[in-house]
């Protein structure tokens, strides 16, 4: 009768333990992967519904803001006359305008409805207004 020789036996050991290691040893990571997994659609704050209806709500956030700063006066410097544009995604909210004189300061509040105003825009307002829009200072 054949008898295998201890090199025969490390042969047939790797043969067929080693695969058997690697696949216990993939099956721990998938298992692990997989509870991560879980783990985290637990977490997930919002689902496919609430996330459009999260979106809906920061599309009307008044987050456009430009503003544009302008001497309202030839015989004063310093920039201290402002037009501020704060809209939403649609163009909605409001121009809000200070004029600095000498003697005293007025403010203007201007509503604003899809990019545009029922009051007469001053071209500092337009101007507040577009780069707000568009995201661009000039």
Do not use: C, N
């Not at 333990?17 to 298992?31: D, G, Q, S």
């Not at 996330?51 to 456009?64: K, W």
């Amino acid at each position: 009768m054949f008898a295998p020789s201890w090199a025969e036996w490390l042969l047939l050991a790797l043969t067929v333990l080693l695969p058997l290691v690697v696949l216990a040893v993939l099956l721990v990571a998938v298992l692990r992967l997989r509870a991560r997994v879980a783990q985290l659609e637990r977490q997930r704050p919002v689902g496919a519904g609430e996330l459009a209806a999260l979106r809906a709500d920061i599309g009307q956030a008044l987050r456009h803001v430009a503003v544009v700063r302008y001497d309202a006066f030839g015989d004063m410097g310093g920039r201290l006359s402002f037009s501020a544009a704060i809209v939403d995604d649609q163009g909605d909210g409001v121009v809000l305008s200070s004029i600095h004189a000498r003697g005293e300061s007025r403010t203007y509040a201007k509503g604003i409805t899809d990019g545009g105003s029922d009051a007469t825009l001053t071209p500092e307002e337009q101007q507040a207004l577009s780069a707000a829009r568009t995201g661009r200072q000039r």
